[in-house]
């Protein structure tokens, strides 16, 4: 396989932080929290409080109003963050052969749509049945509506490994590119599946942090983390060859150097560091990088019990001794869980600590786990320069994919 | 000008998103920039604020916007005298 460098030349993002990457960096370097009370939905009877909301998001500045009633929200979020990366990268497509460029995003299950087209079945019979159902609920939508706006004709697909998502999207991207089926992909997830069902059924599960608090809400790696927080919001990426990036004089933000996946097969909801380790060492291996050479790793970090415990342990595993001396933050600790979404918006935020030179920390930590014993950079950002960075997403059921980015140094 | 004419430019103008200006008699789909599936929306709506049905065979006959108002008119009067 041809491993020429693929590198990063736009992004753009919506999350609880800002509802672009300038914002969402701001956030990000000042520690900043986008948790608060839960308003989308009425939680008075859940355990359930607060949560990683979008506010003040317009889809009308970006679709026109009949493509915004015939989508869903994670295409509303998709279709203006696709315009923000497009413009980052300076990318044109008139100046593109469509054919070469590609779509890979994911997105959630559309519980609540389902659950309203069942009900309208049942009461009301096959002839008042939304004709938009399948178009509107399928997990291809994304793609499609992407892919449609651009007119991008290359490879058009989507990927689910639920958490781990987001990540995956964007693995799988840069493999279209090194396979020699695209020069250039736009790869990454939209999520907006936060709602009163989703939040019932994985509260109902255990995973979701009762805290009541926003303030304290959520606290990856602390000794009193009790949960994730649920967030919605989405990340693009666009990827390209090195080559095709310098031919058009493209930004180039930085390398995307290799992506690994493994599966637990262990437990359908508990995870287990084994396959996380090998997910991780698959990721290096595959970027040519050694383990010594990661200066940072953007953690799945999700603030339950089980997840910090066994991916500290799967780092251990990974990097033995020097998983001590290697800063690892959890930035779901400031916008939450973005579930299909999180690991391409937490993709951004590596780019962003490579371009930056600032590491972001894991807030809300105050009491140290001895299970728990790494650097979580606590509470308040660092300044390095981070050269190599592992990205680590972890999909609830055991699917896990690991990215590395690296600063890009020329040829 | 009839309450069901009002009320039926009322349903395709928020469906279709077209000016009401356009919903002239003779409007047909292309006039007002319609699509299968918002006339798909429209019918429904039409039957749920009418109370009544319109088989897709009928449907299929509809030109244009007069086309409409002729026939919910009738479909109400016959509901009414059934």
Not at chain 1, 26 to 33: T, V, W
Not at chain 1, 268 to 287: F, V
Not at chain 1, 315 to 335: E, H, N, V, W
Request: proline letters at 5%; hydrophobic letters at 40%; a negative charge.
């Amino acid at each position: 396989m041809d491993k020429q460098p693929v590198v990063v030349t736009g992004m753009g993002v919506i999350c609880p932080l800002g509802l672009n990457v300038k914002e969402f960096w701001a956030g990000l370097a000042a520690g900043k929290s986008g948790i608060n009370y839960i308003t989308c939905f009425d939680a008075s009877n859940y355990q359930v409080k607060v949560a990683g909301e979008v506010n003040g998001f317009d889809p009308t500045k970006f679709m026109d109003i009949k493509t915004v009633e015939r989508t869903r929200r994670p295409t509303h979020f998709a279709m203006a963050v696709v315009q923000e990366a497009m413009e980052s990268a300076r990318l044109d497509m008139s100046q593109e052969q469509a054919e070469r460029v590609g779509v890979v995003t994911t997105n959630m299950l559309e519980c609540e749509l389902i659950a309203e087209g069942w009900e309208t079945l049942q009461k009301r019979g096959p002839r008042k049945v939304d004709p938009l159902f399948f178009t509107k609920s399928s997990p291809s939508v994304i793609s499609l509506h992407i892919g449609m706006f651009l007119g991008a004709k290359g490879p058009n697909t989507s990927v689910n490994s639920l958490c781990a998502s987001g990540a995956d999207a964007i693995g799988t991207a840069l493999n279209f590119i090194r396979l020699g089926y695209a020069d250039v992909m736009i790869a990454g997830g939209s999520d907006a599946s936060l709602g009163a069902m989703t939040v019932a059924a994985i509260g109902r599960l255990g995973a979701l942090s009762p805290e009541p608090d926003p303030d304290k809400a959520c606290r990856p790696f602390d000794l009193n983390r009790n949960g994730f927080i649920y967030g919605e919001g989405a990340g693009l990426v666009i990827l390209e060859t090195y080559e095709h990036a310098k031919r058009r004089g493209a930004p180039i933000l930085a390398e995307l150097a290799g992506a690994g996946w493994t599966y637990d097969a262990h437990n359908i909801t508990a995870p287990h560091p084994d396959a996380e380790a090998i997910a991780m060492r698959t990721a290096l291996q595959n970027a040519g990088v050694k383990p010594e050479e990661v200066d940072y790793i953007n953690a799945h970090g999700t603030s339950t019990k089980l997840n910090d415990i066994s991916e500290t342990n799967a780092i251990k595993m990974a990097f033995g001794d020097r998983a001590y001396r290697i800063p690892i933050s959890s930035s779901k600790s400031m916008f939450g869980h973005l579930i299909t979404a999180g690991g391409a918006v937490e993709s951004i935020g590596v780019v962003l600590t490579i371009m930056n030179g600032i590491i972001p920390p894991t807030i809300h930590y105050e009491t140290p786990d001895p299970e728990c014993d790494l650097d979580y950079v606590p509470n308040v950002a660092r300044p390095a320069e981070v050269n190599v960075c592992l990205k680590d997403s972890f999909g609830l059921g055991g699917q896990n994919c690991c990215l590395v980015f690296k600063r890009f140094k020329g040829e | 000008m009839s309450a069901t004419e009002e009320t039926v430019k009322d349903i395709i103008v928020k469906i279709v998103h077209c000016d009401r200006e356009v919903l002239t008699p003779t409007a047909t789909f292309q006039d007002m920039k319609a699509d299968s599936l918002d006339m798909v929306q429209v019918l429904v709506a039409l039957e749920d604020e009418f109370g009544i049905e319109i088989p897709d065979e009928d449907a299929q006959k509809f030109q244009n916007f007069g086309d409409f108002i002729t026939y919910v008119d009738a479909k109400v009067a016959e509901k009414g005298n059934a």
